[in-house]
């Protein structure tokens, strides 16, 4: 790989290298922009099968918070970090405190939290060494209620732009996946009067939404062919894809599942067929919305208050792709890019010089 030349292709304004013998550590951090504040982004510990894999997820997934941050009208850069192992090792602290000395480093630019194979112990370690880190237990919460409360608003002006009106009463939802955030997502479009189809791998999650909110459950692979006007993927990502999209009866697609287009064109494929794709990122905002506000020491109602947002953003995205005749994944990269120039582009003010 050719380092230099791959950050500044994906425009990478730093990527760090660390490692620990005395813990084993092996790590990579990568600052994709700080444009609009200090890169936030999770540290992921995966088992990669080489340093090359490691460091291209490391790159994407720190771009794709950039995105993120941005779109949801943060003052955050994008940034994330991975550890190299076995996430389900026992022997964590040592780990997680290199992993935090190293995040210490880089004097605030990057603030890490949890991601894929952490947890809020692991990021408890991490403190122990660093006070940039967040989603630390006792702190913000569990962020489920305000990411499923923002995928929720989602569908709302997803149903806006489709009917007129955001009101999902008597509209069938299929939603994919019953863990944390698709339990919360059902709660409210229950109460919100909607009709829900549901899926899980795990027979017990189905079984509680079916008892709570009335909804019918099918087989894992029958909610692509649901009769539905709305797929709310929660779970896997990569869920629109060649085998799965010629199933879909639904007129929209807005769930919170991660990266749920397999391919780019298969964003494109969803425009051909008259699906209305909420991109991702912008539906499932209010997770970072969530850390963000332990950032800021933002309450709980604050918290649902900007995850309200996301309605509004939706319609925006919508309104960029109908304006640049471009699909909705690529008009939420340009309202993303959008607000990183105008912000980037403010007057700086410097304070006399010089500063000793």
Known sequence: ?????????????????????????????????????????????????????????????????????????????????????????????????????????????????????????????????????????????????????????????????????DDVTNRTIAVQGCGHVGYYLAKELHEAGAKLVVTDIDAERVKRVVSEFGARAVGTDEIYGAEADVFAPCALGAIINDKTLPQLKVEIVAGAANNQLHEERHGNELEEKGILYAPDYVANAGGVINVYSELAGWTSARSFRKADEIYDTILKVFAIAKADHVPSYVAADRLAEQRIRTVGAMVKTWPQWPNK
């Open 1 to 165: 790989m050719q380092i230099f030349d791959t950050i500044a292709g994906m425009g990478h304004e730093q990527l760090v290298l660390c490692q620990d013998s005395a813990s084993g550590y092996r790590g990579i951090i990568a600052v994709h922009s700080t444009t609009l504040g200090p890169a936030l982004g999770g540290t992921r510990f995966w088992n990669y099968a080489s340093d090359d894999e490691a460091i291209v997820d490391a790159l994407r997934l720190a771009r794709g918070m950039t995105y993120k941050n941005a779109v949801a009208g943060l003052n955050l850069g994008g940034g994330k970090s991975v550890i190299i192992g076995d996430n389900k090792t026992a022997d964590r602290e040592l780990i997680f405190r290199a992993h935090g000395r190293f995040v210490e480093s880089l004097g605030g630019r990057y603030i890490t939290a949890e991601d894929v194979g952490t947890s809020t112990a692991d990021m408890d370690f991490v403190h122990m060494e660093t006070d940039y880190v967040s989603g630390l237990a006792g702190r913000s919460g569990d962020p489920s209620p305000v990411t499923a409360h923002g995928v929720f608003r989602a569908i709302q002006a997803s149903a806006k732009e489709v009917w007129g009106s």
